[in-house]
T-cell receptor, first 115, second 115 residues
Framework: DVKVTQSSRYLVKRTGEKVFLECVQD?????MFWYRQDPGLGLRLIYF???????EKGDIPEGYSVSREKKERFSLILESASTNQTSMYLC??????????????FGDGTRLSIL | AQSVTQLDSQVPVFEEAPVELRCNYS??????LFWYVQYPNQGLQLLLK??????LVKGINGFEAEFNKSQTSFHLRKPSVHISDTAEYFC?????????????FGAGTRLAVHP
């Protein structure tokens, strides 16, 4: 079974802190994704990576950065956390497909609160 | 650009009753369509997808969806629901073209199955 593991289920941080959210997948997937989930808005893509050290901006990259130094690990970084970044964050992965590259396997999410 | 509208934010239903979760999309180009399910306190799982071919798509857990190009709809159905189907369901769309195209999610529909 594919496993996408997010390092924390719940996280509480203060405004201005630098926050790291970690995600690891065990299926050698090429693609990894970070989404933000807010009530009434569905999921919005923050960043996408299709290979080590490669990244693409999603719909809402402002205030976030990512790192992919190893194939299995994709980190989301909040450079200076703000209260409007309080949300549920979901990591996902998928294999590279000639036709389609959409997320297939999701982690259980990290509920981040910024105080 | 593509967009997705899930017409019902909440759908209450009794156990063993049929259910339909409605999804309409907007796009000027051909699309791929998806349904994801999110059980409480979990990440999303891919329920089914339409890429091409038969417009009736069967997914996991007895769900199916029908692609209707003229109505620009992709409604999800199940003939008899169980308590365990209580979850949030997300419809999503992406354009058909080369390279990576972002998946656009609807706002979600909460299905509540009552005994």
């Amino acid at each position: 079974d594919v496993k996408v593991t997010q390092s924390s289920r719940y996280l509480v941080k203060r405004t201005g802190e630098k926050v790291f959210l970690e995600c690891v997948q065990d299926m050698d997937h090429e693609n990894m994704f970070w989404y933000r989930q807010d009530p009434g808005l569905g999921l919005r893509l923050i960043y996408f990576s299709y290979d080590v050290k490669m990244k693409e901006k999603g719909d809402i990259p402002e205030g976030y950065s990512v790192s992919r130094e190893k194939k299995e690990r994709f980190s989301l970084i909040l450079e200076s956390a703000s209260t409007n970044q309080t949300s549920m964050y979901l990591c996902a992965s998928s294999y590279w497909d000639r036709i389609i590259h959409q997320p297939q396997h999701f982690g259980d999410g990290t509920r981040l609160s910024i105080l | 650009a593509q967009s997705v509208t899930q017409l019902d934010s909440q759908v209450p239903v009794f156990e063993e009753a049929p259910v339909e979760l409605r999804c309409n999309y907007s796009s000027s180009v051909s699309v791929y369509l998806f349904w994801y399910v999110q059980y409480p306190n979990q990440g999303l799982q891919l329920l089914l997808k339409y890429l091409s071919g038969s417009t009736l798509v069967k997914g996991i857990n007895g769900f199916e969806a029908e692609f209707n190009k003229s109505q620009t709809s992709f409604h999800l159905r199940k003939p008899s629901v169980h308590i365990s189907d209580t979850a949030e369901y997300f419809c999503a769309v992406t354009r058909v073209s080369g390279g990576y195209n972002k998946l656009i999610f609807g706002a979600g529909t909460r299905l509540a199955v009552h005994p």
